[in-house]
């Protein structure tokens, strides 16, 4: 199936990163929000991104107006109807995305696939709230998405091999690796993920090292482009919590426990470098 419309739901970091690299690959595509003015802001984000790219010979300035020519800026979900490809990308609430997939599987033509960049959350339960199973499917893509080339594929219960296809081809486009992975709770990624920066909060928690010993070990040691507890600021702390409890809760393994640590901090606000304050301070 060919995919030339699509929509972004939630103009976000990921939304819009999403948005971008959609834009780029030729989609025209629709980003939506409730507010219409975090989607222009969101635009202008995106127009400085690519700004940077003609500064570095990355792209040309006809591509960067042909990129933000096909972004449209809209806070009504009705403008779907001529979409081939949803991608939903708001907060991580199972009300707020059931609602929001109910409304899709009205306004969008039957052949449309609805998807969602849910770090954790059962594509499956959110399938079964349209009566087009068969056409949801996860699209995981990794923060910065501009920058980072895996997207997750996720395949409900209920997906079809028309659309898992469809969706591995969408994101070679984008230029991304697609990875097809089972609907279960963390997916592959937040699986692996959380618990080591999750274990890198108890080694704080517990006096092992300092925050910044413990960034340098994973940065020097493994590679790592940035330490956990750097990482866990820039995911969010509260994403990092929302995904430790539903691993906690889906696998019912005391291995997946959260740190009291980091309760502490989501609890204080300090949600890291969103909220200003995490592990580190940020201006
Ligand atoms: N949007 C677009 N581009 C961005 C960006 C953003 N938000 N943030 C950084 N970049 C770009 C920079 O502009 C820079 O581009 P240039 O090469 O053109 O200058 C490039 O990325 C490198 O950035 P920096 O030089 O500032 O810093 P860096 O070398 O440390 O790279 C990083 C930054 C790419 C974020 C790198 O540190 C990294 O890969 N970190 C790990 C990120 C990661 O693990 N992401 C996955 C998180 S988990 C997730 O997303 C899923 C989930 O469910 C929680």
Same mark, same amino acid.
């Given at each position: 199936?060919?995919?030339?419309?699509?929509?972004?739901?939630?103009?976000?970091?990921?939304?819009?990163?999403?948005?971008?690299?959609?834009?780029?690959?030729?989609?025209?595509?629709?980003?939506?929000?409730?507010?219409?003015?975090? /989607?222009? *802001?969101?635009?202008?984000? @995106?127009? %400085? +991104?690519?700004?940077? !790219?003609?500064?570095?010979?990355? &792209?040309?300035?006809?591509?960067?107006?042909?990129?933000?020519?096909?972004?449209?800026?809209?806070?009504?979900?009705?403008?779907?109807?001529?979409?081939?490809?949803?991608?939903?990308?708001?907060?991580?609430?199972?009300?707020?995305?059931?609602?929001?997939?109910?409304?899709?599987?009205?306004?969008?033509?039957?052949?449309?696939i609805?998807?969602?960049?849910?770090?954790?959350?059962?594509?499956?339960?959110?399938?079964?709230?349209?009566?087009r199973?068969e056409q949801?499917?996860?699209?995981?893509?990794?923060?910065?998405?501009? /920058?980072? *080339?895996?997207?997750?594929? @996720?395949? %409900? +219960?209920?997906?079809? !091999?028309?659309t898992?296809?469809? &969706?591995?081809?969408?994101?070679?486009?984008?230029?991304?690796?697609?990875?097809?992975?089972?609907?279960?709770?963390?997916?592959?990624?937040?699986?692996?993920?959380?618990?080591?920066?999750?274990?890198?909060?108890?080694?704080?928690?517990?006096?092992?090292?300092?925050?910044?010993?413990?960034?340098?070990?994973?940065?020097?040691?493994?590679?790592?482009?940035?330490?956990?507890?750097?990482?866990?600021?820039?995911?969010?702390?509260?994403?990092?919590?929302?995904?430790?409890?539903?691993?906690?809760?889906?696998?019912?393994?005391?291995?997946?426990?959260?740190?009291?640590?980091?309760?502490?901090?989501?609890?204080?606000?300090?949600?890291?470098?969103?909220?200003?304050?995490?592990?580190?301070?940020?201006?």
């Open positions: 199936m060919s995919i030339s419309t699509v929509m972004v739901i939630g103009a976000g970091q990921m939304g819009g990163g999403i948005a971008q690299v959609a834009a780029a690959a030729g989609r025209k595509v629709y980003l939506n929000d409730v507010d219409l003015d975090i /989607v222009k *802001k969101r635009i202008s984000f @995106i127009e %400085g +991104l690519l700004a940077k !790219d003609v500064s570095k010979d990355r &792209i040309t300035e006809a591509q960067k107006a042909a990129t933000l020519a096909n972004l449209i800026p809209t806070n009504d979900i009705a403008m779907a109807a001529d979409a081939d490809l949803v991608i939903e990308a708001v907060i991580e609430n199972m009300d707020l995305k059931s609602k929001i997939f109910t409304q899709l599987d009205e306004v969008t033509k039957p052949s449309c609805l998807a969602s960049n849910t770090s954790s959350l059962p594509i499956t339960e959110i399938a079964a709230v349209t009566k199973p949801v499917i996860g699209m995981h893509f990794m923060n910065p998405v501009p /920058v980072m *080339k895996l997207v997750e594929v @996720i395949r %409900g +219960l209920a997906t079809s !091999d028309e898992l296809k469809a &969706i591995f081809d969408e994101s070679v486009a984008y230029g991304k690796t697609p990875v097809e992975v089972r609907d279960v709770p963390g997916f592959v990624s937040n699986r692996l993920l959380m618990p080591m920066i999750n274990e890198a909060i108890f080694c704080v928690y517990e006096g092992v090292a300092t925050v910044e010993d413990a960034d340098t070990v994973m940065k020097l040691g493994m590679n790592w482009p940035m330490g956990p507890l750097t990482l866990a600021d820039f995911i969010g702390l509260d994403t990092c919590l929302y995904i430790m409890e539903v691993l906690y809760d889906g696998y019912a393994d005391s291995k997946y426990r959260p740190c009291p640590l980091l309760r502490q901090y989501v609890k204080a606000g300090w949600l890291g470098k969103k909220s200003g304050r995490g592990f580190y301070t940020y201006a």
